[in-house]
Protein backbone atom coordinates (compact mmCIF):
# COMPACT_ATOMS: atom_id res chain seq x y z
CA UNK A 1 0.00 0.00 0.00
CA UNK A 2 1.45 3.12 -0.93
CA UNK A 3 1.33 6.35 1.32
CA UNK A 4 1.24 9.99 0.31
CA UNK A 5 2.67 13.10 2.04
CA UNK A 6 -0.51 14.39 2.86
CA UNK A 7 -1.09 18.26 4.49
CA UNK A 8 -3.70 19.09 6.92
CA UNK A 9 -5.04 22.49 7.28
CA UNK A 10 -8.07 24.47 9.34
CA UNK A 11 -10.76 24.88 6.74
CA UNK A 12 -13.65 26.11 9.10
CA UNK A 13 -14.33 25.96 13.11
CA UNK A 14 -16.08 22.78 12.62
CA UNK A 15 -13.50 21.07 9.40
CA UNK A 16 -10.14 19.96 8.57
CA UNK A 17 -9.11 19.62 4.64
CA UNK A 18 -6.71 16.74 3.88
CA UNK A 19 -5.08 17.33 1.06
CA UNK A 20 -3.27 14.90 -1.51
CA UNK A 21 -0.54 15.52 -3.91
CA UNK A 22 -2.45 17.75 -6.66
CA UNK A 23 -3.19 15.79 -9.63
CA UNK A 24 -5.55 13.28 -10.42
CA UNK A 25 -4.47 9.66 -10.35
CA UNK A 26 -5.89 6.32 -9.58
CA UNK A 27 -3.70 5.70 -6.90
CA UNK A 28 -4.80 8.81 -5.35
CA UNK A 29 -8.63 7.97 -5.42
CA UNK A 30 -7.40 4.60 -4.02
CA UNK A 31 -5.72 6.28 -1.07
CA UNK A 32 -8.55 8.81 -0.40
CA UNK A 33 -11.31 5.93 -0.56
CA UNK A 34 -9.18 4.19 1.82
CA UNK A 35 -8.70 6.64 4.15
CA UNK A 36 -11.86 8.03 3.90
CA UNK A 37 -14.08 4.69 4.86
CA UNK A 38 -11.57 4.39 7.64
CA UNK A 39 -12.20 7.39 9.28
CA UNK A 40 -16.04 6.72 8.80
CA UNK A 41 -15.89 3.45 10.45
CA UNK A 42 -13.02 4.74 13.52
CA UNK A 43 -14.23 8.36 13.89
CA UNK A 44 -18.42 7.75 13.41
CA UNK A 45 -19.04 9.37 16.88
CA UNK A 46 -17.02 12.52 15.90
CA UNK A 47 -17.54 12.93 12.51
CA UNK A 48 -20.65 13.95 10.74
CA UNK A 49 -19.07 13.75 7.07
CA UNK A 50 -16.18 13.43 5.00
CA UNK A 51 -16.84 15.00 1.15
CA UNK A 52 -14.10 13.90 -0.90
CA UNK A 53 -12.52 15.70 -4.21
CA UNK A 54 -9.73 14.38 -6.74
CA UNK A 55 -7.47 15.03 -4.70
CA UNK A 56 -8.56 16.26 -1.09
CA UNK A 57 -11.60 15.39 1.53
CA UNK A 58 -13.22 17.73 3.90
CA UNK A 59 -14.13 15.92 7.41
CA UNK A 60 -16.20 18.04 8.83
CA UNK A 61 -16.78 17.49 12.77
CA UNK A 62 -20.08 17.33 14.86
CA UNK A 63 -18.61 19.87 17.10
CA UNK A 64 -16.36 23.09 16.92
CA UNK A 65 -12.50 22.03 16.72
CA UNK A 66 -11.17 23.42 20.21
CA UNK A 67 -7.79 21.79 19.54
CA UNK A 68 -6.64 21.70 16.26
CA UNK A 69 -2.94 20.26 16.63
CA UNK A 70 -4.37 17.89 18.83
CA UNK A 71 -6.87 16.56 16.08
CA UNK A 72 -4.24 16.74 13.07
CA UNK A 73 -2.24 14.41 15.59
CA UNK A 74 -5.37 12.08 15.49
CA UNK A 75 -5.68 11.73 11.70
CA UNK A 76 -2.29 11.64 11.34
CA UNK A 77 -2.41 8.66 13.27
CA UNK A 78 -5.56 7.14 11.57
CA UNK A 79 -3.70 7.17 8.36
CA UNK A 80 -0.79 5.48 9.29
CA UNK A 81 -3.26 2.68 10.55
CA UNK A 82 -5.65 2.78 7.59
CA UNK A 83 -5.78 -0.84 6.42
CA UNK A 84 -5.90 -2.52 2.98
CA UNK A 85 -8.94 -4.37 4.52
CA UNK A 86 -10.93 -5.59 1.82
CA UNK A 87 -10.26 -5.78 -1.79
CA UNK A 88 -12.49 -2.98 -3.63
CA UNK A 89 -15.15 -4.69 -5.52
CA UNK A 90 -15.10 -2.14 -9.13
CA UNK A 91 -18.25 -2.28 -10.98
CA UNK A 92 -18.13 -0.76 -14.41
CA UNK A 93 -21.83 0.68 -15.21
CA UNK A 94 -22.49 0.32 -18.86
CA UNK A 95 -24.74 4.06 -19.36
CA UNK A 96 -26.57 3.90 -22.68
CA UNK A 97 -25.91 7.07 -24.71
CA UNK A 98 -27.62 8.66 -27.53
CA UNK A 99 -25.17 10.87 -29.76
CA UNK A 100 -27.79 11.79 -32.37
CA UNK A 101 -27.82 15.57 -33.51
CA UNK A 102 -30.92 15.86 -32.14
CA UNK A 103 -29.49 15.99 -28.65
CA UNK A 104 -25.86 16.64 -29.30
CA UNK A 105 -25.87 20.54 -29.96
CA UNK A 106 -22.00 20.78 -30.06
CA UNK A 107 -21.06 17.85 -31.82
CA UNK A 108 -21.08 19.46 -35.12
CA UNK A 109 -18.91 22.59 -34.07
CA UNK A 110 -16.35 19.97 -31.98
CA UNK A 111 -15.99 17.95 -35.52
CA UNK A 112 -15.13 21.18 -37.09
CA UNK A 113 -12.74 22.01 -34.13
CA UNK A 114 -11.17 19.17 -33.70
CA UNK A 115 -11.13 18.24 -37.33
CA UNK A 116 -12.37 14.32 -36.14
CA UNK A 117 -15.84 13.12 -38.44
CA UNK A 118 -18.80 12.54 -35.97
CA UNK A 119 -18.78 8.65 -35.92
CA UNK A 120 -14.49 9.14 -34.53
CA UNK A 121 -15.65 11.56 -31.71
CA UNK A 122 -18.55 8.92 -30.70
CA UNK A 123 -15.71 6.25 -30.67
CA UNK A 124 -13.17 8.09 -28.70
CA UNK A 125 -15.59 8.66 -26.14
CA UNK A 126 -17.40 5.55 -25.95
CA UNK A 127 -14.20 3.24 -26.27
CA UNK A 128 -12.99 4.87 -22.89
CA UNK A 129 -13.48 3.11 -19.38
CA UNK A 130 -13.88 6.05 -17.29
CA UNK A 131 -12.92 6.24 -13.35
CA UNK A 132 -15.89 7.85 -11.26
CA UNK A 133 -13.54 9.93 -8.86
CA UNK A 134 -16.65 11.74 -6.74
CA UNK A 135 -19.71 12.94 -6.79
CA UNK A 136 -19.87 16.73 -6.57
CA UNK A 137 -21.70 19.74 -8.42
CA UNK A 138 -25.05 18.72 -8.14
CA UNK A 139 -26.60 16.41 -7.34
CA UNK A 140 -25.79 12.84 -8.70
CA UNK A 141 -23.31 14.41 -11.05
CA UNK A 142 -20.23 11.79 -11.81
CA UNK A 143 -16.89 13.48 -12.00
CA UNK A 144 -14.79 11.19 -14.52
CA UNK A 145 -11.60 10.27 -15.25
CA UNK A 146 -10.27 9.50 -18.36
CA UNK A 147 -10.73 11.65 -21.38
CA UNK A 148 -9.41 10.97 -24.06
CA UNK A 149 -7.16 14.23 -24.91
CA UNK A 150 -8.20 14.18 -28.92
CA UNK A 151 -11.94 15.49 -27.26
CA UNK A 152 -10.32 17.90 -24.42
CA UNK A 153 -12.25 21.08 -25.60
CA UNK A 154 -12.86 24.41 -23.73
CA UNK A 155 -15.88 24.91 -21.79
CA UNK A 156 -18.51 27.54 -23.95
CA UNK A 157 -17.60 30.87 -23.59
CA UNK A 158 -21.52 32.02 -22.21
CA UNK A 159 -23.00 29.29 -20.56
CA UNK A 160 -26.06 28.25 -21.76
CA UNK A 161 -29.41 28.67 -19.47
CA UNK A 162 -31.01 25.54 -20.22
CA UNK A 163 -29.37 22.28 -20.60
CA UNK A 164 -31.29 19.03 -20.61
CA UNK A 165 -31.59 16.37 -17.89
CA UNK A 166 -29.23 13.75 -19.42
CA UNK A 167 -26.86 15.74 -21.33
CA UNK A 168 -23.62 14.36 -22.13
CA UNK A 169 -21.12 17.03 -22.47
CA UNK A 170 -16.89 18.33 -22.38
CA UNK A 171 -15.74 21.11 -20.64
CA UNK A 172 -12.14 21.01 -21.02
CA UNK A 173 -10.74 17.36 -19.88
CA UNK A 174 -13.73 16.11 -18.64
CA UNK A 175 -16.72 14.70 -19.34
CA UNK A 176 -20.16 13.84 -17.15
CA UNK A 177 -23.79 14.02 -17.46
CA UNK A 178 -25.96 16.26 -16.02
CA UNK A 179 -28.24 14.67 -13.33
CA UNK A 180 -30.65 17.12 -13.98
CA UNK A 181 -31.89 19.96 -16.13
CA UNK A 182 -29.40 23.04 -15.27
CA UNK A 183 -27.73 25.67 -16.63
CA UNK A 184 -24.06 24.69 -17.79
CA UNK A 185 -21.21 25.73 -20.14
CA UNK A 186 -20.08 22.64 -21.52
CA UNK A 187 -19.96 21.05 -25.31
CA UNK A 188 -23.07 18.88 -25.81
CA UNK A 189 -22.34 15.87 -27.42
CA UNK A 190 -25.22 13.40 -26.54
CA UNK A 191 -27.65 12.28 -23.67
CA UNK A 192 -28.33 9.77 -21.68
CA UNK A 193 -31.92 8.29 -20.64
CA UNK A 194 -30.60 7.19 -17.50
CA UNK A 195 -31.78 8.46 -13.96
CA UNK A 196 -28.58 9.43 -12.05
CA UNK A 197 -29.96 10.70 -8.73
CA UNK A 198 -33.40 8.78 -7.23
CA UNK A 199 -34.05 11.54 -4.04
CA UNK A 200 -36.07 8.43 -2.99
CA UNK A 201 -33.82 6.01 -2.26
CA UNK A 202 -30.91 5.70 0.99
CA UNK A 203 -28.26 5.51 -1.83
CA UNK A 204 -29.58 7.74 -4.11
CA UNK A 205 -26.89 7.05 -7.08
CA UNK A 206 -26.71 3.71 -7.87
CA UNK A 207 -22.15 4.56 -8.86
CA UNK A 208 -19.88 5.37 -6.12
CA UNK A 209 -16.44 6.79 -5.96
CA UNK A 210 -13.82 4.15 -7.36
CA UNK A 211 -16.04 2.46 -10.21
CA UNK A 212 -16.26 2.30 -13.54
CA UNK A 213 -18.58 3.70 -16.31
CA UNK A 214 -18.76 3.16 -20.45
CA UNK A 215 -20.95 4.65 -22.68
CA UNK A 216 -22.62 2.54 -25.17
CA UNK A 217 -23.92 4.15 -28.14
CA UNK A 218 -27.59 3.62 -28.93
CA UNK A 219 -29.82 4.98 -31.52
CA UNK A 220 -32.26 7.09 -31.00
CA UNK A 221 -35.16 4.12 -31.10
CA UNK A 222 -33.32 2.41 -28.22
CA UNK A 223 -32.73 5.39 -26.46
CA UNK A 224 -36.71 5.91 -26.32
CA UNK A 225 -37.17 2.41 -25.44
CA UNK A 226 -34.55 2.70 -22.88
CA UNK A 227 -36.56 5.83 -21.64
CA UNK A 228 -39.97 4.53 -21.11
CA UNK A 229 -38.43 1.74 -19.26
CA UNK A 230 -36.53 4.30 -17.05
CA UNK A 231 -39.70 5.93 -16.47
CA UNK A 232 -41.98 2.93 -15.71
CA UNK A 233 -39.12 1.60 -13.28
CA UNK A 234 -38.50 -1.50 -15.17
CA UNK A 235 -34.80 -0.66 -16.82
CA UNK A 236 -31.97 -2.25 -15.10
CA UNK A 237 -28.65 -0.49 -15.80
CA UNK A 238 -25.88 -2.95 -16.61
CA UNK A 239 -23.02 -3.61 -15.01
CA UNK A 240 -19.86 -6.08 -14.79
CA UNK A 241 -17.91 -6.89 -11.38
CA UNK A 242 -14.01 -6.68 -12.13
CA UNK A 243 -12.19 -7.70 -9.42
CA UNK A 244 -9.73 -4.79 -7.95
CA UNK B 1 -52.11 22.70 9.42
CA UNK B 2 -50.87 26.03 8.35
CA UNK B 3 -52.03 27.65 5.02
CA UNK B 4 -49.85 30.12 2.90
CA UNK B 5 -52.73 32.23 2.42
CA UNK B 6 -50.27 34.80 0.74
CA UNK B 7 -46.73 33.81 -0.29
CA UNK B 8 -43.91 36.33 0.59
CA UNK B 9 -41.24 36.52 -2.13
CA UNK B 10 -39.29 33.31 -1.36
CA UNK B 11 -40.90 31.22 1.52
CA UNK B 12 -39.10 27.68 2.11
CA UNK B 13 -39.10 25.14 4.88
CA UNK B 14 -35.82 24.80 6.69
CA UNK B 15 -33.93 22.94 9.40
CA UNK B 16 -30.28 22.80 10.09
CA UNK B 17 -29.40 21.01 7.04
CA UNK B 18 -29.10 17.99 5.10
CA UNK B 19 -25.97 15.81 6.32
CA UNK B 20 -24.23 13.00 5.08
CA UNK B 21 -25.24 12.74 2.08
CA UNK B 22 -22.21 14.43 0.21
CA UNK B 23 -20.92 11.57 -1.49
CA UNK B 24 -23.97 11.58 -3.41
CA UNK B 25 -23.49 15.38 -4.14
CA UNK B 26 -26.39 16.34 -2.35
CA UNK B 27 -25.56 20.20 -1.17
CA UNK B 28 -25.98 20.61 3.41
CA UNK B 29 -28.54 23.57 2.88
CA UNK B 30 -30.93 24.58 5.31
CA UNK B 31 -31.46 27.75 7.26
CA UNK B 32 -29.47 30.96 6.15
CA UNK B 33 -29.76 32.24 9.46
CA UNK B 34 -28.79 29.44 11.97
CA UNK B 35 -28.85 31.84 15.04
CA UNK B 36 -32.29 33.09 14.51
CA UNK B 37 -33.72 29.34 13.36
CA UNK B 38 -32.37 27.79 16.46
CA UNK B 39 -33.68 30.63 19.08
CA UNK B 40 -37.10 30.54 17.62
CA UNK B 41 -36.92 26.56 18.34
CA UNK B 42 -35.35 27.58 21.81
CA UNK B 43 -38.26 30.13 22.37
CA UNK B 44 -40.70 26.93 21.95
CA UNK B 45 -38.52 24.55 23.75
CA UNK B 46 -38.44 22.41 20.35
CA UNK B 47 -35.32 20.49 19.17
CA UNK B 48 -33.03 22.84 18.10
CA UNK B 49 -33.03 21.04 14.48
CA UNK B 50 -37.53 20.92 14.21
CA UNK B 51 -37.93 22.55 10.93
CA UNK B 52 -39.56 26.37 10.06
CA UNK B 53 -40.29 28.53 7.86
CA UNK B 54 -37.79 30.90 6.65
CA UNK B 55 -39.20 34.06 4.41
CA UNK B 56 -36.82 36.45 2.24
CA UNK B 57 -37.57 40.23 2.60
CA UNK B 58 -41.11 40.03 2.04
CA UNK B 59 -42.84 37.95 4.46
CA UNK B 60 -46.09 35.60 3.70
CA UNK B 61 -49.50 35.82 5.36
CA UNK B 62 -50.04 32.67 7.14
CA UNK B 63 -53.45 31.00 8.69
CA UNK B 64 -53.24 28.46 11.34
CA UNK B 65 -56.11 25.60 10.78
CA UNK B 66 -55.27 24.60 14.74
CA UNK B 67 -54.54 25.48 18.38
CA UNK B 68 -50.45 26.04 18.31
CA UNK B 69 -47.54 27.77 19.94
CA UNK B 70 -45.19 30.00 17.23
CA UNK B 71 -42.67 32.05 17.70
CA UNK B 72 -41.14 34.79 14.97
CA UNK B 73 -37.54 35.36 14.75
CA UNK B 74 -34.59 37.23 12.28
CA UNK B 75 -35.82 39.99 10.58
CA UNK B 76 -37.70 42.45 12.05
CA UNK B 77 -41.34 43.86 10.52
CA UNK B 78 -43.98 44.34 12.82
CA UNK B 79 -45.58 40.74 13.12
CA UNK B 80 -49.43 40.82 13.90
CA UNK B 81 -51.83 38.41 14.86
CA UNK B 82 -55.66 39.11 13.90
CA UNK B 83 -53.96 42.31 12.88
CA UNK B 84 -52.32 43.04 16.64
CA UNK B 85 -48.79 43.58 16.61
CA UNK B 86 -46.80 40.85 18.71
CA UNK B 87 -43.39 40.71 19.40
CA UNK B 88 -40.33 39.00 17.84
CA UNK B 89 -38.67 36.22 19.64
CA UNK B 90 -41.87 35.47 22.28
CA UNK B 91 -43.34 32.74 22.58
CA UNK B 92 -46.92 33.48 21.52
CA UNK B 93 -50.19 31.10 21.33
CA UNK B 94 -52.09 31.36 18.39
CA UNK B 95 -55.72 29.57 18.19
CA UNK B 96 -57.52 27.81 15.18
CA UNK B 97 -58.22 30.53 12.06
CA UNK B 98 -55.91 33.12 13.78
CA UNK B 99 -54.11 34.55 11.03
CA UNK B 100 -50.34 35.99 11.10
CA UNK B 101 -49.03 38.86 8.86
CA UNK B 102 -46.36 41.33 8.95
CA UNK B 103 -45.56 44.62 7.93
CA UNK B 104 -42.88 46.31 6.38
CA UNK B 105 -39.79 45.42 6.52
CA UNK B 106 -37.35 47.27 9.12
CA UNK B 107 -34.42 45.10 9.89
CA UNK B 108 -32.53 42.29 8.70
CA UNK B 109 -33.54 40.16 5.43
CA UNK B 110 -34.66 36.27 6.81
CA UNK B 111 -37.29 35.94 8.96
CA UNK B 112 -38.08 32.54 10.34
CA UNK B 113 -41.97 31.15 11.98
CA UNK B 114 -41.09 28.26 14.03
CA UNK B 115 -44.34 26.49 15.38
CA UNK B 116 -44.62 24.29 18.91
CA UNK B 117 -43.21 21.04 17.52
CA UNK B 118 -42.29 21.60 13.91
CA UNK B 119 -43.37 21.92 10.63
CA UNK B 120 -43.61 18.60 9.26
CA UNK B 121 -43.35 18.34 5.52
CA UNK B 122 -41.69 15.67 3.66
CA UNK B 123 -38.85 14.58 5.09
CA UNK B 124 -36.00 13.29 2.44
CA UNK B 125 -32.91 11.50 3.29
CA UNK B 126 -33.43 12.82 7.13
CA UNK B 127 -33.37 16.31 6.56
CA UNK B 128 -37.23 18.52 5.67
CA UNK B 129 -34.83 21.24 4.17
CA UNK B 130 -36.52 22.50 0.60
CA UNK B 131 -33.82 21.70 -2.28
CA UNK B 132 -34.36 21.43 -6.14
CA UNK B 133 -34.68 18.18 -6.70
CA UNK B 134 -33.92 16.49 -3.46
CA UNK B 135 -37.89 17.80 -1.91
CA UNK B 136 -40.75 18.17 -4.29
CA UNK B 137 -41.19 21.45 -3.51
CA UNK B 138 -38.26 24.40 -4.05
CA UNK B 139 -40.67 27.13 -2.25
CA UNK B 140 -43.79 27.61 -1.10
CA UNK B 141 -46.66 29.30 -2.84
CA UNK B 142 -50.03 30.89 -2.30
CA UNK B 143 -52.81 27.85 -0.94
CA UNK B 144 -49.94 25.82 0.51
CA UNK B 145 -51.02 23.75 3.23
CA UNK B 146 -48.23 22.31 5.48
CA UNK B 147 -48.67 20.11 7.99
CA UNK B 148 -47.37 21.00 11.46
CA UNK B 149 -47.07 18.75 14.78
CA UNK B 150 -50.26 17.79 17.01
CA UNK B 151 -48.89 17.50 20.12
CA UNK B 152 -51.03 19.91 22.44
CA UNK B 153 -48.58 22.82 23.27
CA UNK B 154 -47.44 22.22 27.23
CA UNK B 155 -49.72 24.92 29.72
CA UNK B 156 -46.63 26.01 31.03
CA UNK B 157 -44.81 28.26 28.67
CA UNK B 158 -41.25 28.93 28.44
CA UNK B 159 -40.36 32.72 30.09
CA UNK B 160 -37.18 32.98 28.73
CA UNK B 161 -36.09 36.43 27.42
CA UNK B 162 -34.45 35.83 24.74
CA UNK B 163 -32.96 38.93 22.34
CA UNK B 164 -31.12 39.02 19.15
CA UNK B 165 -28.30 41.18 19.83
CA UNK B 166 -28.76 44.51 17.58
CA UNK B 167 -25.45 43.40 15.91
CA UNK B 168 -26.35 40.36 14.60
CA UNK B 169 -29.07 42.54 11.78
CA UNK B 170 -26.62 44.61 11.14
CA UNK B 171 -23.39 44.24 12.13
CA UNK B 172 -20.66 45.37 9.25
CA UNK B 173 -17.89 43.48 10.34
CA UNK B 174 -17.89 39.72 9.22
CA UNK B 175 -15.32 37.26 10.76
CA UNK B 176 -13.60 35.04 8.30
CA UNK B 177 -10.04 33.05 8.42
CA UNK B 178 -8.05 32.95 5.92
CA UNK B 179 -8.63 30.42 3.21
CA UNK B 180 -6.66 27.12 2.63
CA UNK B 181 -6.03 29.07 -0.65
CA UNK B 182 -5.48 32.23 0.94
CA UNK B 183 -1.69 32.45 0.45
CA UNK B 184 -1.74 31.64 -3.65
CA UNK B 185 -3.17 35.66 -3.21
CA UNK B 186 -0.39 38.59 -4.04
CA UNK B 187 0.45 40.41 -1.31
CA UNK B 188 -1.43 43.25 -2.37
CA UNK B 189 -4.85 41.40 -2.45
CA UNK B 190 -3.95 39.63 0.81
CA UNK B 191 -3.86 42.97 2.42
CA UNK B 192 -6.63 44.71 0.15
CA UNK B 193 -8.92 41.37 1.06
CA UNK B 194 -8.81 43.06 5.24
CA UNK B 195 -9.60 46.81 4.14
CA UNK B 196 -12.07 46.75 1.23
CA UNK B 197 -15.41 47.75 2.23
CA UNK B 198 -17.39 45.04 0.06
CA UNK B 199 -20.56 45.66 -2.08
CA UNK B 200 -23.66 42.81 -1.89
CA UNK B 201 -24.18 42.01 -5.57
CA UNK B 202 -27.78 41.82 -7.00
CA UNK B 203 -26.66 38.11 -7.79
CA UNK B 204 -26.89 37.02 -4.73
CA UNK B 205 -29.80 33.89 -3.44
CA UNK B 206 -29.62 30.86 -1.10
CA UNK B 207 -26.59 29.67 -3.15
CA UNK B 208 -24.13 32.52 -2.77
CA UNK B 209 -23.77 36.01 -2.56
CA UNK B 210 -21.81 37.60 -5.11
CA UNK B 211 -19.66 41.15 -4.46
CA UNK B 212 -19.55 44.03 -6.77
CA UNK B 213 -15.53 44.86 -6.00
CA UNK B 214 -13.61 42.85 -8.47
CA UNK B 215 -9.86 41.54 -8.04
CA UNK B 216 -8.09 40.61 -10.88
CA UNK B 217 -6.07 38.20 -11.00
CA UNK B 218 -4.34 35.55 -13.47
CA UNK B 219 -4.78 32.60 -10.78
CA UNK B 220 -5.29 29.56 -11.96
CA UNK B 221 -8.02 27.28 -11.54
CA UNK B 222 -7.50 24.56 -8.61
CA UNK B 223 -8.67 21.15 -9.27
CA UNK B 224 -12.21 20.77 -8.19
CA UNK B 225 -11.56 20.34 -4.24
CA UNK B 226 -14.43 20.70 -1.34
CA UNK B 227 -16.30 23.46 -0.44
CA UNK B 228 -18.85 24.41 2.05
CA UNK B 229 -21.41 26.77 3.56
CA UNK B 230 -18.98 30.44 4.18
CA UNK B 231 -16.18 29.66 1.31
CA UNK B 232 -15.18 32.44 -0.46
CA UNK B 233 -13.97 31.57 -3.83
CA UNK B 234 -12.42 34.46 -6.43
CA UNK B 235 -12.65 33.22 -9.82
CA UNK B 236 -10.62 34.58 -13.07
CA UNK B 237 -12.65 37.05 -13.76
CA UNK B 238 -12.09 38.73 -10.57
CA UNK B 239 -15.43 38.21 -8.49
CA UNK B 240 -15.89 37.23 -5.32
CA UNK B 241 -18.17 34.55 -4.58
CA UNK B 242 -19.31 34.11 -0.81
CA UNK B 243 -20.92 30.43 -0.51
CA UNK B 244 -24.00 30.33 1.37
CA UNK B 245 -26.55 26.62 2.85
CA UNK B 246 -27.55 26.07 -0.65
CA UNK B 247 -23.83 25.57 -2.23
CA UNK B 248 -22.49 23.01 -4.23
CA UNK B 249 -20.33 20.54 -2.65
CA UNK B 250 -17.23 20.86 -4.58
CA UNK B 251 -15.85 23.93 -6.48
CA UNK B 252 -12.46 24.50 -8.89
CA UNK B 253 -12.08 28.26 -7.96
CA UNK B 254 -9.82 29.15 -5.06
CA UNK B 255 -10.72 29.03 -1.65
CA UNK B 256 -9.31 32.24 -0.32
CA UNK B 257 -11.33 32.80 3.00
CA UNK B 258 -13.98 30.91 5.26
CA UNK B 259 -16.67 32.79 6.84
CA UNK B 260 -17.20 31.54 11.03
CA UNK B 261 -20.47 30.04 11.74
CA UNK B 262 -21.71 33.06 12.81
CA UNK B 263 -20.58 35.36 10.15
CA UNK B 264 -22.42 33.21 7.47
CA UNK B 265 -25.67 33.88 9.93
CA UNK B 266 -24.90 37.61 9.70
CA UNK B 267 -24.69 37.98 6.06
CA UNK B 268 -27.20 36.02 5.67
CA UNK B 269 -29.37 38.97 7.05
CA UNK B 270 -27.91 41.47 4.63
CA UNK B 271 -29.15 42.23 1.45
CA UNK B 272 -28.00 43.58 -1.87
CA UNK B 273 -26.58 47.09 -1.99
CA UNK B 274 -25.23 46.81 1.74
CA UNK B 275 -21.78 46.84 2.65
CA UNK B 276 -19.24 45.01 5.05
CA UNK B 277 -15.74 44.36 5.82
CA UNK B 278 -14.22 40.97 6.50
CA UNK B 279 -12.31 41.15 9.98
CA UNK B 280 -9.76 38.49 10.04
CA UNK B 281 -9.82 35.90 12.65
CA UNK B 282 -6.57 34.22 14.23
CA UNK B 283 -6.89 30.51 13.99
Known sequence: MKSFQLTYSRFSETSILVEWPQYIAPEILKDILLFKNYLLKNESESIIQITSAYCSILITYKFQISNIEAKITSLKSNYNSRQDLEIQIQKTWKIPVCYDLSFALDLEEMSIEKKLLIPEIIHLHSKTIYKVYFIGFLPG??????????????????????????????????????????????????NSPISFFNRKSDSPCFASAGDNVQFISVDVETYREILSQVENGTYKIESEVLDG | MVEILKAGLYDSIQDLGRFGYQEFGV????????????????????????????????????????????????MESQAQINEKPVDNNVYIIVRKNDILSFGSRKLGCRGYVAVYGGFLSEKVMESRSFYKSITEQQRLITGDFIKVSQVPIPIKRSNAILKTPQAHLESFGIEVFKGVDFEILNTDHQNKIFTT???????????????????????????????????????????????MRDCQTTGGYPRILQLSEMAINRLSQKISGQTFRFDVLTA
Open chain 2, 197 to 243: EFTISKDSNRMAYQLDERFENSLEPIITAPVSPGTVQLTPSGQLMVL
Open chain 2, 27 to 74: PISGAMDHYSAKLANAVLGNQEDAALLEFTLIAPRLKFHSDTAICITG
Open chain 1, 141 to 190: FLYLGGLDKNLFMPRKKSPRQHIEKGAVGIGGEQTGIYPNASPGGWNIIG
